[in-house]
């Protein structure tokens, strides 16, 4: 009995695929944005060697506020003002920027 041979797309392919839908890639990009600013966050704390109680004592919050950051679990998107203080705490400065594409 002769077995098949069946193609299978990789795993690349297929998210290519889905990010072609524009809704898709709109949630895609807003979730990659807060798992790049919590990446950020606890850089700069363990940079400035903060535990996340000390960090949030210098910035007047809570130790649970700099977890959730942290985390990327939380839905919400953290203010300028907060991400601020927390690059003041950790003595740097927060730096935003844009990305655009090049055109074709």
């Not at 809704?23 to 996340?52: D, G, N, P």
């Not at 960090?55 to 839905?75: F, M, N, W």
């Not at 203010?79 to 927390?86: K, P, T």
Request: contains cysteine; proline residues 3%.
């Amino acid at each position: 009995m002769k077995s098949k041979k069946r193609s299978i797309k990789s795993a690349d392919a297929f998210f290519k695929g889905l990010l072609k839908d524009p809704e898709i890639r709109l949630y895609y990009e807003a979730e990659r944005a807060k798992s790049t600013l919590a990446v950020a966050v606890k850089a700069a704390r363990k940079r400035a060697r903060l535990t996340q109680a000390q960090l949030a004592k210098k910035i007047g919050t809570t130790q649970s506020v700099i977890a959730r950051l942290e985390s990327s679990g939380d839905p919400r998107i953290p203010s300028l003002s907060l991400l601020a203080s927390i690059a003041a705490a950790c003595h740097g400065k927060l730096e935003l920027g844009f990305t655009f594409k090049k055109a074709t």
